[in-house]
């Protein structure tokens, strides 16, 4: 984003936009963990921006797009836990940057148990 001020420019990186998408996405109820392959989640790790795994955006002068790939509790509906994370990370992206947020894709690339439910599953496996 980029706005002609008297004083001078205010730009908004796509890094900065992403950990604000990725922060609103991990603290919606039903979404387990961001979603981001092997090398990209050590890259990640290492840099220091687990934040922005499984976000990508592009950021215009006034308007940012946002991909988004999680991982979802199970048990939960995928649809509602989707529509909700979508207007979350919208209205986080633009109440901290007053970016137009066009549009918040989701991909849902896994479905996560709770540690409790995937001891039960193994044990009762091993009972059969």
């Given at each position: 984003?980029?706005?002609d001020l ?5 730009r908004?990186?796509d890094d900065?936009v ?12 039903g ?29 215009g ?5 946002i ?11 995928i ?12 209205e986080?992206?633009q109440?901290?940057?007053g970016?137009l ?11 996560a148990?709770?540690?409790d ?12």
């Amino acid at each position: 984003m980029t706005e002609d001020l008297q004083t001078g420019n205010i730009r908004i990186s796509d890094d900065v936009v992403a950990t604000i998408a990725g922060l609103a996405a991990l603290e919606t109820p039903g979404i387990a963990a961001m979603s981001g392959g092997i090398s990209e989640g050590l890259a990640k790790r290492l840099s220091g921006k687990n934040a922005q795994k499984g976000v990508s955006v592009e950021v215009g002068q006034v308007e940012a797009a946002i991909d988004l790939r999680v991982i979802v509790q199970y048990g939960i509906p995928i649809h509602e836990v989707c529509r909700q994370l979508q207007d979350n990370v919208r209205e986080a992206v633009q109440n901290m940057t007053g970016l137009l947020v066009v549009e918040v894709n989701v991909k849902v690339e896994g479905v996560a148990f709770r540690e409790d439910e995937k001891e039960e599953a193994v044990q009762h496996h091993r009972v059969n």
